[in-house]
């Protein structure tokens, strides 16, 4: 069974500076998907950025950007010049890849980190 | 723009008095997800359609069903809610494609509350 961490349940960064939210997982499957959504306060989860595990290029979106270290099982978030728009809950998630059947469409959702962005 | 839509965004009910959920989406996507979030919890998901064959969860208790009418509806039926049930219901789409499937696209939400 598949498994991801998120081992710091809360942080706090400056605005207009950079912070990286860690997400390690534990899976066999050697070609899946991982996420990062971003939940703000009673508001809609969207996606934030998406990695698929065969590419060893980091994905980047604008301000975010991933370190993805496939061996080690590692899938963290950078978020530079922060905003405080960006204060949110942030989730990383994995999904298994391959044709649909099964829970290959499930995602497997981390505990969260729940960022502030301060003024 | 093409989205996911909850409605009602706010439920209560009563203990012990059915409640439905509804979720339409304009994406024209073929997989519909219904999770439940706890508060200060990751979603969890309870069951998905593809197409029209139903997914359940096998910890997903039998108080909870779900119908999909057609491509772009699909609903979260809780028979006798009790306490614990008072959540956040997430339904999100994906569209499958031959490799794998795509990602998965969220509405709002709807916040349930039982009394």
């Known amino acids: 069974a598949q498994t991801v961490t998120q081992s710091q349940p809360e942080m706090s960064v400056q605005e207009a500076e950079t912070v990286t939210l860690s997400c390690t997982y534990d899976?066999?499957?050697?070609?899946?998907?991982l996420f990062w959504y971003k939940q703000p306060p009673s508001r809609q989860m969207i996606l934030v950025i998406r990695q698929e595990a065969y590419k060893q290029q980091n994905a980047t979106e604008n301000r975010f950007s991933v370190n993805f270290q496939k061996a080690a099982k590692s899938f963290s978030l950078k978020i530079s010049d922060s905003q405080l728009g960006d204060t949110a809950m942030y989730f990383c998630a994995f999904m298994k890849h391959g044709r649909y059947g099964g829970s290959q469409g499930n995602l497997i959702f981390g505990k969260g980190t729940k960022l502030s962005v301060k003024p | 723009d093409a989205m996911v839509i909850q409605n009602p965004r706010y439920q209560v009910t009563q203990f012990g008095k059915p409640v439905t959920l509804s979720c339409s989406q304009t994406?024209?996507?073929?997989?519909m997800y219904w999770y439940q979030q706890k508060s200060s919890q990751a979603p969890k998901l309870l069951f998905h359609?593809?197409?029209?064959?139903?997914?359940n969860e096998a910890d997903t208790p039998d108080n909870f069903q779900s119908r999909r009418p057609n491509t772009s509806f699909c609903f979260l039926d809780i028979r006798s809610p009790g306490l614990g049930d008072a959540a956040m219901y997430l339904c999100?789409?994906?569209?499958?494609?031959?490799?794998?499937?795509?990602?998965?696209?969220f509405g709002p939400g709807t916040r349930l509350t039982v009394l």
């Open positions: 999100a789409t994906s569209r499958d494609r031959a490799g794998g499937t795509d990602t998965q696209y």
């Open positions: 359609y593809y197409d029209k064959d139903f997914n």
């Open positions: 994406l024209n996507h073929n997989v």
């Open positions: 899976t066999s499957e050697s070609n899946y998907y």
